[in-house]
């Protein structure tokens, strides 16, 4: 009897792949944003030839290693101990629905066998294997979408390349359309046409310019026909959704986004000890109340192992999703900016409240007028809890201990339409002391698009908000990006004193938030006494909420 060998069960596989592929029925854009916004949640994988040094994807730009000196790597790259079929279960035991690896990430080496270079884990390494081919066959089979990372314009290692940077290598140098033609179109062709159906399209660069509409549009082009229903990112000039990138924003973005964040805080291999669950729970319930999608990463080492570590995590993560996904999976931004306790989503008449901190006295107290047809925990729904209404608030009477230590999940069946309770200050009238610069103003801080902001060149100076009448005020929250606050302070008006609400130092980059006992005020002022460093201000929000007792 014949011996069957690997590559000819590899090549089985994908010849079953792309009768698939072959049979993709084009959507609409709403369906398949739709549906891509309602799995929510997915594997990013940065592996490649820097996972070797392990100091990180950028290893070859940070240390300004020549080409050839680099390209060495290739010669010692024997992932033995990659298994496609792990990687997938790992993803899939984590509740995650899709997958992006890096194909090739800035330094130019290719993950898959092209016929446009022989700089190829297939043709370059001892390894000789396929692994962006393998992946996706492992996907398929464990019911996971899968999807490719490629950065476009900059490639370190190919003539034309950008990087972001002055050339540190002559062999770097050359024209960028010709590096376009001969490297990234094919190979962005050659993903499109052998790997089957591409759930994602993640494209990325490392602050090159020179993209534009014409040199990316052979690749839409490319896309269009070979892949209509792949969802694209925003770094290739369009694209279907933005991409947040570590840095968090306060409050959603508009349109469809995805947030992609890391297990360790690095995204190459770099033997970070990797984050406590809390934290990593806690960024997929933030991402998720706030309607976006997360891309998780993870970094394998040189041998193809993901970290026990990372591991670890991801299987506590899949096992409090197994409980409470209801809450994630399909989930639409909550009907609340902000809450003490936790975070909200919500799916239809459903609201489900992401309790943090379980109240002591099993009182949890919120501004909800709708009527309620069922309240209980979603871990356990024959655990019924009692509510009652007064006034504007709901008084929901919990039990004593919290069915789990990092987020218990609260359903609340409401009846009638549920309304967003917002920041009291967003699009509210503001002045500052500032000289802002141009298209920054202070009126960018109180608007509810994140992608815009408040900047000034001065280092100090106040930002007044007036709420148009007296409202209760509990709690502050503010997102600062750059040149974070070092010394600040919250004042409001009392007649024609200003009063000293609290002050506070070393404002963290992303979310600061403060609570403090309610107050009543129109007029309040966010007072800077000093930035970190040099620089000027710069703020993305300045929210102001009522009390939630």
Known sequence: MRKISFKWLLGLALLINSISFAQTTPVSYEQKMKEWNETKFGMFIHWGLYAIPAKGEWYMRN???????????????????????????????????????????HDGFAMFDSK?????????TPFKRNVVKELSIACKKAGIKFGVYYSTIADWHHAGGQAGCPHWDSAQNGKLEDYMKTIAVPQVKELAT???????????????????????????????????????????????FQSQEQNLTTFAPKGYWEACVTTTGGWGYTNRPAKPTSEILKMIIDISSKGGNILLNVGPDATGIIPADNVERLNDVGAWLSRNGESIYGSERGAFDYLPFGENTRKGNTLYLHVYDWPKNGILNLPLTNKLSKAYLLADKKQKIGYKTIGDNLTLQLPAIAPDSIASVIALEVEGELKRVTSLATNKPVSTSC???KNRSAKNAVDDDPSSDWRSKDSSGWLEVNLQSEQNIAAVRVGAFMNMPEKFSLQYKQGENWVTIFEDKNMPRNEYVKTFAPIKAQYVRFVISKTKGNGGISLRSFELFPPIE
């Not at 010669?75 to 890096?102: R, S």
């Open 63 to 105: 240390s300004k290693t020549s080409v050839a000196e680099y390209a060495k790597l290739a010669t010692q790259f024997n992932p033995i101990k990659f298994n496609a079929d792990e990687w997938a279960a790992i993803a899939k035991n984590a509740g995650m629905k899709y997958l992006v690896i890096t194909t090739k990430h």
């Open 116 to 124: 446009a270079t022989d700089y190829t884990i297939a043709k370059a």
């Open 194 to 240: 052998e790997y089957g159906p591409i759930y994602e399209f993640w494209f990325d660069n490392d602050g090159s310019k020179g993209i534009t509409t014409a040199l990316a549009q052979p690749i839409h082009d490319i896309l269009k026909q070979y892949q209509p229903n792949t969802i694209e990112d925003s770094r290739l000039a369009g694209g279907d």
């Open 435 to 437: 000289l802002e610069e």
